[in-house]
């Protein structure tokens, strides 16, 4: 099974294609998953690796860490474009995700003011109104939105709650409306004999009317760029992603394609 696990709480910088010069804050165990979806794509591979053994880092950890982190790099005159929420797992699931977050943000200030904080999340924690909350202080509010079709949804993303449906999270993304990114996966592929392709006519028109509903200030829509635990799984190409966006734009949608 792939496996690809940040060892550290603060790691990089590293390039991001879709956010650039990125400093990651890992809020998941260092040698383990924590994650409320299992993903087909996760290069952190599946959550039945285990959580480890170093369990999650202490708010006073995360803020001493990044406090070194930014201090080291402002001295030597290193560039930076955004502080990025990410690593082993969902850092919502941090119970101290909100303070983190204000700690995060007092740092940035003093360090790199010019710089964004953004927040890779996979929705499921929207109905806690201190992750809300926390999300909205944010630049970058960055959410998962695979499928509008909730029977590929959870083909996909796998998540841990038997509740979770799309329809149910697209209302919950849509109470951010111009505060957030929707961000969503393309691919195509088989996990346990079932077909996943959410780049059909009927997968794209639901999320165009979800995205809609959401009212979102940007969609960013990419597909596979690194190896995936499920082996039967296909990158869509550039030129169909850019297709696809078009169709969207042609709705009044900002959307990009990286």
Known sequence: MVTILFHSTIFGPIHSRRLGSSLGVNLSPNDGKVCSFDCVYCEAGYNS??????????????????????????????????????????????????????????????YFPQVK????????????????????KVDNNILKLDSAITSTMRLIDQPASPSFTSEGVIEQIAQFAGQCVVQTMFLRGEHDGKIIDNTTPEEVEALIKAYKRISPRQVMIYSIDRKTPEQKLEKVSREELEAIASQMCREGINVTVS
Do not use: W, Y
């Open 117 to 136: 904080i953004s927040v890779l999340c996979n929705s499921t924690r929207l109905g806690d109104e201190s992750v809300v909350a926390a999300l909205r």
């Open 49 to 110: 690796q285990g959580a480890g053994t170093t369990g999650l880092p202490r708010r006073e950890d995360v803020s001493r860490e990044l406090d070194a982190k930014l201090k080291s790099m402002i001295e030597a005159g290193e560039h930076l474009d955004v502080i990025t929420f990410s690593g082993n797992g969902e850092p919502t699931l941090h119970p101290q995700f909100a303070e983190i977050i204000d700690d995060t943000i007092a740092l940035r200030d003093k």
